[in-house]
């Protein structure tokens, strides 16, 4: 399958052009990060960017899958980045007397992100094969990995030698390069002349829930990731603590995390073929259960090289949740809907984060790291179970038929 798709020129572009930009994305994060904290001398601000990026993009990613579904995807892809470049370089005039306009520049590149993933979703099932697409998602899983596992380093030298405003220029000309190669990728645009695209945005996003609704398995992923949406906040929260309470380690050594599930994300393409006789809702719904059983094991860990191997575990299985998420609704959802069910997906994951993020402090205030992490766990758990009791009770009805 791997060799099918290096020989499929329009996957070759979409997954470059991407890769591109993503490495442009992760190193002006880290630049954003640090030069926000440098002018404010506030963790404060750094806290009500991304609070208020979460939560202003909910209505983006809603508009997003609506124009996913109705206009020409490698347009809209191609647009969004070549849109984003100028965009990006334009943090490199922010001061500290206009930090505020960072806030701005920050919430229309997430915003434009997330037309641009909504469509790169939907348009993936039109360049490759059905068959193809655990394997084309888990190409994109591993390239995003390895942005996870160069970019800290990489990000952190630049930084040190020539400042913050590099990072910006970078990620701009990043979009720009990213735009004119997605530019190249051949893609005819198929009006469904028989549902002419004359509904309203509300009338629009009623039909993609009532989609959404006739389909199990993609019901079944949207309520087990509210849990992984909650607990992946907790661990964007926790980590600091669990390095400096229960592992005695430096602050800065959370770099290490990352670099662990990095590790673990680059190994996915090896467990998509072992995997590859599998259901892809038994996968996801096995790789939930390992991963909350991982999520406990951090929580409650006091050695560092035991909490390691635990997130390289999680790497590999927070991979595979997520891709075989994006191929059960690929497979599954017509294409004239993918859009807005995707948009629908990222508006969930969105609520449920700022909830984790809400939650988070309260929790670790009453009931400290470990038992907050085995509260959502066994929540996650529990869903997982009801959904594999659901299946046995089909298969023995049915076979008592």
């Keep these: 399958m791997y060799k099918n798709l290096v020989k499929n020129k329009k996957f070759l572009l979409l997954s470059t052009g991407g890769f591109i930009s993503s490495i442009g994305d992760y190193l002006y994060n880290i630049g954003l990060v640090v030069y926000l904290y440098s002018i404010t001398n506030s963790i404060g601000t750094v806290a009500l960017m991304w609070l208020s990026r979460g939560i202003l993009r909910i209505p983006v990613q809603y508009i997003a899958g609506i124009i996913a579904d109705r206009y020409n995807k ?3 892809i191609v647009l969004t980045n070549l849109i984003s470049g100028p965009i990006a370089l334009s943090l490199i005039f922010v001061n500290e007397k206009t930090v505020w306009i960072s806030f701005l520049i920050a919430f229309l590149l997430q915003s434009l992100d997330d037309i641009d993933v909504c469509s790169e979703n939907a348009i993936l099932p039109e360049l490759v094969n059905k068959e193809e697409l655990s394997y084309s998602n888990s190409v994109f899983s591993f390239l995003s990995s390895t942005c996870v596992f160069l970019s800290p380093a990489i990000g952190g030298l630049i930084y040190k030698l020539y ?3 590099i990072l910006f220029v970078i990620n701009g000309v990043s979009f720009l390069v990213s735009g004119m190669l997605l530019s190249l990728i051949k893609y005819k645009h198929v009006i469904n002349e028989e549902k002419p695209n004359k509904g309203g945005i509300i009338k629009d996003g009623i039909e993609g829930c009532k989609v959404l609704s006739r389909f199990v398995n993609v019901k079944t992923v949207f309520l087990i990731m509210t849990a ?26 959370i770099i290490f995390f990352d670099y662990a599930l990095a ?12 995997l590859s006789r599998y259901r892809e809702i038994s996968i996801f719904v096995m790789s939930s259960i390992i991963i909350s059983i991982g999520y406990i094991g951090f929580g409650y860990s006091h050695n560092t090289i035991v909490t390691l191997i635990i997130l390289v575990f999680l790497g590999i299985f927070q991979n595979l949740q997520g891709l075989y998420t994006r191929t059960i609704i690929q497979k599954t959802i017509p294409l004239e809907y993918i859009g807005r069910v995707f948009s629908f997906y990222k508006i969930v994951l969105t609520l449920f984060a700022l909830l984790g993020i809400v939650a988070a402090t309260p929790l670790y205030n009453a009931i400290g790291i470990g038992k907050s992490f085995l509260v959502i766990a066994i929540i996650s758990i529990l869903l997982c179970m009801v959904y594999m009791l659901k299946g046995k009770a089909k298969q023995v009805f049915s076979d008592n038929r």
């Design 74 to 76: 490698k347009r809209i």
């Design 263 to 274: 590790v673990g994300g680059l190994l996915v393409p090896i467990f998509i073929k072992l």
């Design 163 to 165: 400042g913050s405003r």
């Design 228 to 253: 992984f949406a909650i607990m992946g906040r907790f661990f964007e929260t926790y980590k600091i603590a669990v390095a400096d309470i229960l592992l005695k380690l430096m602050p800065e050594d």
